[in-house]
Nanobody, 125 residues
Framework: QVQLVESGGGLVQAGGSLRLVCAAS????????MGWFRQAPGKEREIVAA????????YYADSVKGRFTISRDNAENTVYLQMNSLKLEDTAAYYC??????????????????WGQGTQVTVSS
């Protein structure tokens, strides 16, 4: 069992930065691949970034490449999403997720095993 709690969301002006933090409980955190998803009003939830259990492999959606960075600290049971150069279209609820297998398989996004409760990011002009 893994419990995920996000923090770090808020209101930021376009061009600004935020760092999201996901704190995980459970002794098996280091065995899970971790990801960040987001869902804007009226839109489907989409994957933003993912990182392998050992931190060696990362994935980014095209829309955030070069602006967002995912990282993890297995000693602290924490995963981060550094978001720079934020745009209006980044406004969404952001969710931390854990999966025992890969998030992306043959180009398809797999359902996470665990979800956090979400944290709101609002980018203003």
């Amino acid at each position: 069992q893994v419990q995920l709690v996000e923090s770090g969301g808020g209101l930021v002006q376009a061009g600004g930065s935020l760092r999201l933090v996901c704190a995980a409980s459970g002794r098996t955190f280091s065995t899970y691949n971790m990801g960040w998803f987001r869902q804007a009003p009226g839109k489907e939830r989409e994957i933003v970034a993912a990182i392998s259990w050992n931190g060696f492999s990362t994935y980014y959606a095209d829309s955030v490449k070069g602006r967002f960075t995912i990282s993890r600290d297995n000693a602290e049971n924490t995963v981060y999403l550094q978001m720079n150069s934020l745009k209006l279209e980044d406004t969404a609820a952001y969710y931390c997720a854990a999966r025992s297998g890969p998030f992306i398989v043959n180009g398809n996004v797999r359902r996470p095993d665990y979800w956090g409760q979400g944290t709101q990011v609002t980018v203003s002009s």
